[in-house]
């Protein structure tokens, strides 16, 4: 943490402070509505150089050495401005307001969505995903957000559930805190099978940060953030359908509406249905290479926007029910000795609301955060059996101000957590009932080049006492195109050692319970080198980043000390990730953009007394994806591929008395490609999945006894599934929007 505060102050002492000028960009449409631009290109004419604003209309751009300069604003459907700067007003803030060129001729402009990239303005690592990058992948549900994506991995968990769960620097999900909009998300029975809950097309943007979190979004966020954005009632599409299908008959269907409701109130309808009825066993074990089954959700939001207030509120449901095992199995065999079975029924309803008020005072404001969830979950394993039930509350209450000027801000606030869950596994249980309190503060900083963000909660824990998280976040410029950020933090969170490992069943392994349990600590520090910079008229970036975590205290999965057992125990000794990712982005033309990356992962635990690497995670990852768009910008093509390396496997025991050969996996290639062809409100796509048509060699050990005590599901690093091809459409119909008299734009 010192070298990090020494390297700062020695960089600014090197490079001094450079004149800037910062500011936000409101559109307006109507006289008495003013939102945010995303998007607007802000450039000073004579320097020849410009930026993007932010999603919250926020911009920041360095001045050149010669001044006066004109500052060039304009955006898509509203009238350009210009604003004259001179040296006095280096350092200043401005607020700029277009108005709408509803009154103007009709003017075509033509703009590209950037569908990633870091946000530049925000001083934590933030990698925005767009809905642009989120159309290269069939995306179907959550857990295929991410395959064009570098920073997060997602991995099958066992070869007979089809269950997925996400990584970050290595480290397991559970750790990386998942929220929908600031709201917690996928936490407790939803953290094993709920990546399948979401569908894709219903997201708008995620912003995945590295490293602790801010303190206002809670304790749990110990290596990373995933923050989803849906889509908003007032800017999503009138009608929008979405139909999927792929060789293995899984059909999809995607519906969303936006409308108005009155002058101040919007509403959306977000429904999906999916169903996979085939079995298929292409590797020939006698076990289906994926679950069949039925998914529905249904999700309804509203929205208010008035003057002094503003308010959300929503539900969301969805009904899950899967059924795998042996391809004689179907769900209803009574005779459940002889034949082994998977099955999972998960059930989930939650409500929310939000309310923000705007204060008398100038940029002050208070809101609150509420949600209620209750979810159940019953997961069968051949004779084992999951059991859970979860009834959750979270209230978190936040006051935003600003001290003298936008440059100093602050953020005080409290936050309430419920969570009664039941979970039991065979004769184990882990029924918990936890009451956080808890309160926090922040201050930010943004300064010409430097700009940080000071916070610390505490949160008392009726079980396991008080609990404080500090955090530091810093961001330095040292020029227009180069960004220097650093970070350090503590996070912690109670593990619930059955649900976090709940597919460690489809084992015949027994399970030993830990002696007690006691809250998983971490610090987080590391930092990002972000550089842009033009080649041959373009624009391209490179990013590194490396990021530490070391556990304090950390419940290990011992799979390695008896063979016949899976030990929970508390750590004793080290625990350790290290995380380096390089990055780069090439935009070869106006057509094709090319983005690679490398990532080196060295995550160590003591083990037995003997400090390893952990299972299943793989040491090196490479990634690669091309995209081009045509001409006349109707046809997009992508193609994604990913090399994972070596990782280390648990010592399994065979059938004979034998133990695993194989301490390691293999390297092995994942190639997905996607054509989708544009024609007015409609979009066509056609893709290809595992490519490569790689998959592991028997995944599941001695499958022809399924109730032996060698068979063992769990010891899974490679695709069961060979290659899959998929079809589909969008149809996208826009709102009509009104104006001031009320008549169709």
Known sequence: MKLILIAVLCTLVLFGASAQVKGVVFG???????????????????????????????????????????????????????????????FAAFDIT?????????????????????????????ENIGAAELKKAACCNLSETFETNASVDVNITDAVSGAKKIHMMGVDGVYTQIQFENIPYLRGLESSFGLNSMPGTWIQSMQITKGTGNVVNGYESMVGLVNIELKKPASMEKLFLNAYTNRFGRAELNFNSGFALGEKWTSGIFAHASTTPFKFDENRDGFRDFTNGTNFALFNRYQYQGKKMEAQLGWNAYWDNKIGGQMTFDGTNADTSSIYGVTLDSRHIDLYAKTGFFLKKPQHSFGVVYNMK?????????????????????????????????SHK?????????????????????????????????????????????????????????????RIHLKYALTEYTDLRATAGKGWRVPNYLIDNVSLLASSRDWIAPDSIQPEVSWNMGGSFVQRFKLFKNAHSITVDFYHTRFENQLIIDRD?????????????KSFSNSLQVEIEVNAGKRVVLRGAYKWLDVKATYGGKLQQKVMIPQHRGFLNISYTSRNRRWLFDVTGSVFGEARLPVSQLPGGLTTADLTSKVYPIVNAQITHIFKNWEFYLGGENLTNYTQQNPIIDAENPFSNEFDATRIWAPVMQMNIYAGFRLAIPQVKKDEEGQDK
Not at 28 to 44: C, F, N, S, V, Y
Not at 52 to 65: A, H, N, Q, R, V
Not at 392 to 401: L, M
Request: proline share 4%; charged share 25%.
């Open 98 to 126: 277009l108005y709408s060129d509803q009154l103007l001729p009709e003017v075509i402009i033509r703009a590209k969505e950037k569908g990633h990239g870091i946000q530049r303005l925000k001083v934590l690592h933030v």
């Open 374 to 406: 209750y979810q159940t979950l019953t997961a069968d394993f051949g004779p084992r059996r999951f059991e859970g039930v979860e009834k959750r509350a979270y209230i978190n209450a936040i006051y935003d101000g600003i001290i003298d000027n936008s």
């Open 410 to 470: 602050f953020k005080l606030g409290s936050s309430f957590v419920y969570s009664d869950m039941d979970q039991a596994v065979d004769t184990l249980n882990n029924d918990r009932l936890e009451i956080v309190p808890g309160a926090f503060g922040e201050y930010s900083y943004t300064g010409a080049r430097l700009s940080a963000v000071l916070g610390a909660r505490a949160d008392y824990h009726n079980i396991f006492g008080l609990q404080a998280s500090p």
């Open 28 to 90: 307006q449409e109507t006289t008495d509505k003013k939102e945010p631009i995303w998007g607007a290109r802000i450039k000073l004419l004579n320097a020849k150089r410009g930026v993007m604003s932010e999603e919250d209309g926020t911009f920041e751009i360095i001045l050149p050495k010669t001044l006066p300069d004109t500052l060039v604003i304009s955006a898509l459907g509203f009238v350009s401005d210009t604003i004259v700067v001179h040296r006095k007003d280096r």
């Open 561 to 573: 000390a008896d063979l016949n057992s899976i030990i929970f125990n508390s750590l004793q000794g």
